[in-house]
């Protein structure tokens, strides 16, 4: 809790975060927030930017191969944002990636993904894989909202140490549903737009 | 400038450093709290669809509160703590700076430089009490080094462009803003232990000045002075506001160790130099695309709309000072 509490403050003071809800409102239903990825802030800055309440509620998934080594980087990820562990690297792994993401949705948590899979150095996010697919095919009473993260990627780009302190946006987009008998392609990229349509 | 008290004239001028300082909050505390109960009286008179100017007028009186505060906070708890404010200061205002520049991966390690290196080494000097390399640090081995660094990344596009902006932010928001602590750094004949009051003295008569051309231009300004840069500025507000800061600036000559000619002109000096601080920065921020330092935070000024006038002020004050009376 303490962690939390810390941890939040200093994403605000390093970041801003500021959350602005511009198709939805703050919600205690259940969750999937799906957004763009430009740097390792992103996690942080997206989970900060909640209302406390949700926050609890709210788990972002997070790459085992960056955030699961232990270290500062692992307590934050286990104390601080309650990580959702996600393998990566498809040798090591065995079962469904997707498998504790799902358990954590059967508990009733809300989850934060990043669906391009790894960083850009861009602006706008490349195309989603297809992860928020499959849970949106498997939980169609979760709400998949769109969220964009502007000036991250210049705050902390790949490669670099410290992040420069700036001010980011956390844009909430609208809640998006995938259509019985939706092919895939299209929702993912119908997902994808509702991301880019907030930059 | 006497007061009575039951039995003795007792001298404003041989009061003790705090007993001055809180002489002056008493009259800022209740200007404030008149300016709030008037704000909040027009904000329930005004219209619904007309609030926009009253409610910016409550904002400035908002963030008025907080700088007293923080005033209050500098005096209570000293030098160390005063240099944390300001320190902290500095670092949102650059945070402002930098997100409205355009910033390109080269310019990563420069930046990390001027937030990591360059602020707590700036404060640090002026709490070591290091006059020498204090001023001269930013403008000479900062100017030169982050360009350096720029360059080692490779990346050359629009290189003159990225290196002034970043030296504009770290000149603005770090030097010259820690000017303004800086007066701790003046060792005034007559005046030790007192900088601190010389530090509320430059803020109070720069944000007044701020004020009182705002009020005047609302109520009396006519002609524009420079409508592209920044529309609300007038040549009636500038004079009014300008003169009436003045005046109230000599009036506080007993917190100072200049004599009541020498506060008018100190003063004259910090209404000027703040005005066209205020007028540069508009012009700086206006080329980078924004109307208001913090528009990315909804319903804030940003912190560099309320300290652009003390950016010019502070140091120009700070070695006229030093010139005339250290």
Known sequence: MITSTLLVGLVRALVGAHGRWIGCAPSSAQRIYFANHSSHLDTLALWAALPAKLRTGTRPVAARDYWGHGGIRGFVADHGFRAVYLDRDASTRDGDPLQPLMDALDAGDSLIIFPEGTRSQEALPQAFRSGLFHLAQRYPKVELVAVYLDTLHRSMPKGSLLPVPLTCTVRFGRCLQWRAGEDKAIFLDRARSAVVELA | ?326
């Open chain 2, 1 to 326: 400038m006497t007061i009575q008290t039951s039995s003795t004239n007792v001298s404003m001028q041989q009061l003790s450093a705090q007993g001055k300082f809180w002489w002056v909050m008493g009259g800022v505390l209740s200007l404030l709290l008149l300016a709030s109960a008037i704000g909040w009286w027009l904000h329930r008179r005004a219209a619904p669809d007309k609030r926009e100017v009253i409610d910016n007028l409550n904002m400035r009186i908002r963030a008025w509160w907080v700088m007293v505060a923080v005033l209050c906070g500098c005096f209570l708890l000293g030098r160390v703590t005063t240099l944390v404010f300001f320190a902290m200061a500095s670092f949102f205002a650059l945070r402002e700076f930098t997100t409205l520049t355009p910033t390109r991966r080269g310019d990563h390690l420069p930046l990390v430089v001027c937030f990591y290196l360059a602020i707590p080494l700036q404060y640090w000097l002026i709490g070591a009490d290091w006059y020498g390399l204090f001023a001269i640090c930013i403008p000479v081995y900062g100017f030169l080094l982050l360009p350096a660094l720029t360059a080692f990344t490779g990346d050359i596009e629009n290189f003159l462009e990225r290196s002034t902006k970043i030296q504009w932010g770290l000149m603005l928001t770090v030097y010259c803003i820690s000017y303004a602590p800086a007066v701790m750094l003046l060792h005034i004949p007559g005046y030790e232990g007192q900088s601190l009051l010389l530090m509320l003295y430059l803020l109070l008569v720069v944000q007044i000045s701020d004020v009182l051309q705002y009020v005047f231009g609302k109520l009396f300004g006519k002609h524009k002075l420079a409508p592209k840069v920044s529309p609300s500025k007038t040549i009636e507000g500038l004079v009014g506001g300008g003169l009436s800061a003045t005046a109230i600036g000599t009036a506080l000559w007993w917190i100072t160790p200049f004599s009541p000619l020498g506060s008018a002109g100190m003063s004259l000096i910090i209404v000027v130099s703040g005005f066209l601080g205020g007028l540069a920065l508009s012009a700086v921020k206006r080329s980078l695309g924004a109307k208001d330092w913090g528009t990315m935070i909804e319903g804030h000024g940003g912190i560099l709309d309320r300290l652009d006038s003390v950016c010019f002020a502070a140091p120009i004050f700070f070695h006229v000072v030093r010139y005339a009376y250290a």
